[in-house]
């Protein structure tokens, strides 16, 4: 990736790249959460490459259980043609985690989870949803 420059952001203006991962494709909450009730309580990142073009935004939420704390990635989106956020962005989001045991995310793409998975994540759950009504 191009030197980028991570800065927070609101989620107002991180929402239209992070509406991405609420489409019919990617929504891993099965239609129960809006974006903005799932991104509650998470910081917003806006990713801007050379001459402040917007490349991508994240959100992050933490929170702590038995085991430690949990840096959830909660969204994530980039513009069409965008940086590969797994293999830039993800790693800034691990250094952002400092002090939390783990990052966790969760993902219907299964290029995401193999990507994942090359850079030492593991599965430790499937979902799976069937509407009722």
Not at 19 to 45: I, K, N, V, Y
Not at 93 to 119: F, N, P, S, Y
Request: hydrophobic share 40%; with cysteine.
């Amino acid at each position: 990736m191009t030197t980028a420059t991570i800065r927070p952001c609101d989620f107002e203006e991180a929402a239209p790249l992070l509406a991405w991962a609420f489409g019919p494709r990617t929504d891993t909450t099965g239609g129960l959460l809006t974006m903005a009730e799932a991104c509650q309580g998470a910081e917003c990142f806006m990713v801007e490459g050379e001459g402040g073009q917007v490349m991508a935004a994240y959100a992050v939420s933490v929170s702590q259980h038995s085991g430690g704390r949990v840096a959830w990635v909660c969204a994530a989106g980039s513009v069409a043609r965008g940086p590969d956020l797994t293999a830039s962005i993800l790693p800034v989001i691990e250094q952002q985690a400092a002090g939390a045991e783990q990052v966790a995310i969760t993902t219907r793409r299964r290029g995401l989870v193999k990507k994942l998975v090359r850079q030492g994540y593991e599965i430790t759950g499937i979902t799976l949803r069937k509407r009722i009504q």
